[in-house]
T-cell receptor
Framework: GAVVSQHPSRVICKSGTSVKIECRSL??????MFWYRQFPKQSLMLMAT?????????EQGVEKDKFLINHASLTLSTLTVTSAHPEDSSFYIC????????????????FGPGTRLTVL | DAKTTQPPSMDCAEGRAANLPCNHS???????VYWYRQIHSQGPQYIIH?????ETNEMASLIITEDRKSSTLILPHATLRDTAVYYC?????????????WGAGTKLIIKP
């Protein structure tokens, strides 16, 4: 399967600081990447969809000024949590989409290993 | 809201086939069924997907009923490493694009 990496895997920061998380597709080009958040013992919640070269589209209830997403190339998307607060502590996971034109029957999302963010 | 319902948990003996059911009675004709699994504190791992035909790959088989209102994921010879939360997902068109809407999943525990 396709490989998606995330960096860092774990980060601890002070309240009020900003944290950047990188998501890379290692062996394929991804025109679309997705950012999810997962709280303990809960399922994944989609935060935003990131398209290369254009603005990200955010789900309802997700503050675009707080969660800045940049998708500057076909292999890299970044999520910056600005002015982080303890309630932003969560597991952040990205995924990259392999479109059906790559030979698959339909789009398939491949996920990164996740980033554990703890805000003190 | 998720379009799927799954049992919250299941047990299976090591070496046996694990059959995980999923109901998706409101699925539309062009919506695919995807299965992922998530081992604790890791990113989800893609398993398989299908539209209306049964599918098989190196990891699992996916059986979709003829009316497409339910499906079953089959892990043919479960190992302890297959212990994970398994998510059955219907891919829908959201506000802007196709999305995976995640439900609660089934926690599968493989017992020695």
């Amino acid at each position: 399967g396709a490989v998606v990496s995330q960096h860092p895997s774990r980060v601890i920061c002070k309240s009020g600081t900003s944290v950047k998380i990188e998501c890379r597709s290692l062996d394929f080009q991804a025109t679309t990447m997705f950012w999810y958040r997962q709280f303990p013992k809960q399922s994944l919640m989609l935060m935003a969809t990131s398209n290369e070269g254009s603005k990200a589209t955010y789900e309802q209830g997700v503050e675009k000024d707080k969660f800045l997403i940049n998708h500057a190339s076909l292999t890299l998307s970044t999520l910056t949590v600005t002015s982080a607060h303890p309630e932003d502590s969560s597991f952040y996971i990205c995924s990259a989409d392999i479109p059906w034109t790559s030979g698959d029957t339909t789009d398939t999302q491949y996920f990164g290993p996740g980033t554990r963010l703890t805000v003190l | 809201d998720a379009k799927t319902t799954q049992p919250p948990s299941m047990d299976c003996a090591e070496g046996r086939a694990a059959n995980l059911p999923c109901n998706h009675s409101t699925i539309s004709g062009n919506e695919y069924v995807y299965w992922y699994r998530q081992i604790h504190s890791q990113g989800p791992q893609y398993i398989i997907h299908g539209l209306k035909n049964n599918e098989t790959n190196e990891m699992a088989s996916l059986i979709i009923t003829e009316d497409r209102k339910s499906s079953t994921l089959i892990l043919p010879h479960a190992t302890l490493r297959d212990t994970a939360v398994y998510y059955c997902i219907v891919r829908v068109f959201g506000r802007w694009n196709y999305q995976l809407i995640w439900g609660a999943g089934t926690k599968l525990i493989i017992k020695p």
